[in-house]
């Protein structure tokens, strides 16, 4: 069965001086106000699309993590995963760093920075950010 999801932007203006509002359809939690200055030059009081994009690659490389790990018989008690997405004006979406700390009872690091590893490159996000560098730290606690 396929998803769609669907999100909204409502846009008023031009680049420099306009502004916007993203509003999360399919969930409706939400409308998250956005503009060139906070995606340009960062802001704590409204999103971006790299922040939104950085929420969808540390949720799907969380879920594609513990999926593995369940596959293999080690449950994670937690994945604590945080993506960091890059923009540079003028150039564009420049790379993700994954990082991530866990909880796995029953595994070494070295196996969890496998499993880790193989979650990056097959989270369906990772595959969908194919044109940009992804980097990952992986530290299991």
Request: aromatic share 4%; net charge negative; proline share 4%.
């Amino acid at each position: 069965m396929t998803v769609t999801s669907e999100a909204t932007t409502a846009w008023e203006g031009d680049l420099a001086t306009g502004s916007g509002a993203v509003t999360l359809v399919s969930s409706g939690l939400g409308s998250f106000d956005v503009n060139w200055k906070a995606r340009s030059e960062g802001s704590t009081s409204m999103t971006t699309p790299e922040e939104l994009l950085a929420a969808a690659h540390a949720s799907c490389f969380s879920m594609a993590l513990s999926h593995a790990l369940g596959q293999n018989g080690t449950p994670p008690e937690r994945i604590d995963a945080t993506a960091s997405v890059s923009f540079t004006p003028g150039t564009g979406i420049t790379g993700s760093h994954l990082n991530v700390n866990a909880v796995v009872p029953g595994l070494s690091a070295e196996d969890f920075e496998r499993f880790a590893a193989e979650a990056k490159a097959g989270c369906p996000v990772s595959q969908a950010l194919a044109g940009i560098e992804i980097t990952l730290e992986a530290t299991l606690a």
